[in-house]
């Protein structure tokens, strides 16, 4: 699913709309560990529990990883 956020993203773009994605794995653990060997960054705080993990691009757009 893709879904415009707006707040800090779209204000470090100069005010061009973001997008916020949500990826799902049945293996978070894995998912989140590709995600880091591919430059991914984990930001504080975590809201998501086990449920999701918060992370950063190397760009530093910010993305979940959801499992299910």
């Keep these: 699913m893709l879904a415009p956020v707006p707040g800090p993203a779209a204000a470090r773009s100069g005010g061009a709309a973001a997008v916020h994605l949500d990826l799902g794995d049945e293996d978070l653990d894995a998912a989140e560990q590709l995600a880091l060997r591919l430059g991914a960054v984990e930001p ?4 998501g529990g086990e449920r999701w993990r918060v ?3 190397p760009a ?3 993305f979940c990883l959801a499992s299910g």
Excluded at 44 to 47: I, L, R
């Design 44 to 47: 504080d705080p975590q809201p």
């Design 55 to 57: 992370r950063l691009d």
């Design 60 to 62: 530093g757009h910010l």
